[in-house]
């Protein structure tokens, strides 16, 4: 299946994104639930959470080399 691409992303909130794709779909994506994974302790800093971008392919929201998102927010976010 191909996904649609990451037009815009916003942090809304402390753990909140608001991610609008190239289909004009928005979603909501709450990384709580990531939070209780080590890899993912950096984004408990609302500064870190807040720091990302998209990453040049439309294809997911990057924070560093090691915390990204691929296709997660299309799949598991909230229309």
């Known amino acids: 299946m191909q996904y649609p691409k990451i037009k815009s992303a916003l942090a809304i909130d402390d753990h909140t994104l608001l991610v609008e794709f190239s289909n004009a779909e928005k979603r909501t994506y709450d990384i709580r639930k990531l939070l209780t994974r080590e890899m993912f ?5 609302p500064g870190f959470f807040k720091n990302f971008k998209i990453d040049s392919t439309g294809c997911g929201i ?3 080399e090691d915390i990204e998102s691929e296709y997660e927010i299309w799949r598991y976010g909230k229309a």
């Not at 302790?41 to 800093?45: A, E, G, H, S, Y």
């Open 62 to 64: 990057v924070w560093n």
């Open 41 to 45: 302790f950096p984004l408990k800093n």
